[in-house]
């Protein structure tokens, strides 16, 4: 009889269709993709709208899945049913994994298991971390739609802080869109980020100092004044490199100061960063630079990314998830 190792998890968030099937030791063995199309100049979709692309979109990558897999090698199927682990946390884009989820378990005969997407978020990013052995930590879950700093402690998830009204990802993309770009317009910012800090001397000090920084209060930060700026600024004619270099490096440094205060508060040392927004290559060597040989309390802050392709949304983590949540049943 073959052995049945392979999880399948599926992801409908409100930017990507998402599938992914993992074995039993973690190995990846698909990870499909399909950005949801957003009409140019337009700064996301509509959930019925987004709702609609994955119905149209999972067939095709569950197709792909089972000419790639060998369907009875599947022993669960996983799928991400809202955006948080709480009481009353709903999106409907999220019907669209779990419906297909359970009809694929169903017609397999193997069980289905439901996590949220920011669990996902987070467990693609631990799982081949040393956060595997740590009971506490804290963790970010920096996204187009979310940004927040959470505490896991023992797998439980809780809230110390983060944006109280935009989050990071919708700063970046609205800026990105007033300049032309299609969304989301992470990569393309953070290359532009990129290429004006190689650029970057003395002589160009005069170009900068336009933003403000972000304030810090608590472990709660405000991000809507970020993007007024950055729109005034534009509007008056200034330079949309050095603008989008300041609009990156402020959000590096609001990140390492809100990261350091959370970390004396909880007496967590370990930060995991998730999420779409720490795929950019510029804020991870802005946190990198801040924390090298620095130490709180005596100790060194251990900050932690993931693979970069697995930072943005995907199904990985919900796979893994349901690797271990089979585990757990069959004990």
Not at 158 to 166: A, E, F, Q, T
Not at 289 to 304: A, E, S
Not at 306 to 312: E, R
Request: net charge neutral; hydrophobic share 40%; aromatic share 8%.
């Amino acid at each position: 009889m073959q052995n049945k190792d392979l999880i399948l998890g599926i992801d409908t968030s409100n930017y990507t269709t998402s599938l992914a099937v993992t074995d039993i030791s973690g190995e990846i063995k698909l990870d499909a993709r399909k950005l949801l199309t957003v009409k140019q100049g337009e700064r996301g979709l509509r959930q019925s709208h987004a709702l609609f692309q994955h119905m149209e979109n999972l067939p095709v990558l569950i197709l792909k899945a089972l000419e790639s897999t060998d369907k009875h090698r599947i022993a669960a199927v996983a799928a991400s049913s809202r955006p948080r682990p709480v009481e009353g946390s709903y999106m409907p884009v999220f019907k669209a994994g779990v419906n297909y989820g359970k009809v694929m378990a169903a017609s397999l005969g193997v069980p289905f298991f439901e996590f949220s997407h920011q669990e996902g978020h987070l467990e693609a990013v631990k799982y081949n971390s040393p956060l595997t052995e740590v009971g506490d930590y804290l963790a970010y879950h920096l996204s187009g739609g979310t940004s927040e700093l959470l505490k896991v402690s023992n797998g439980q998830i809780n809230i110390l802080g983060g944006s109280r009204d935009l989050s990071f990802g919708q700063v970046i993309d609205r800026i990105g869109v007033v300049l032309g770009m299609d969304f989301p317009c992470g990569k393309q910012l953070d290359q532009m980020a990129i290429d004006a800090r190689d650029k970057l001397d003395a002589a160009d000090n005069k170009k900068l100092h336009l933003l403000k920084k972000i304030p810090v209060s608590g472990l709660e930060i405000n991000l809507s004044g970020l993007e007024t700026q950055c729109r005034r600024h534009l509007e008056n004619g200034a330079d949309p490199e050095w603008l989008i270099y300041e609009l990156f490096h402020h959000m590096g440094s609001c990140l390492a100061v809100l990261t350091e205060k959370a970390v004396t508060e909880s007496g967590c040392s370990h930060v995991l960063f998730t999420g779409g927004v720490t795929a950019s290559s510029f804020i991870r060597t802005e946190l990198k630079t801040y924390f090298n040989d620095r130490l709180v309390f005596g100790r060194h802050i251990q900050i932690m990314f993931g693979d970069p392709a697995l930072s943005s949304d995907n199904a990985v983590g919900i796979s893994y998830l349901g690797g271990k949540a089979l585990w757990l049943s069959n004990r």
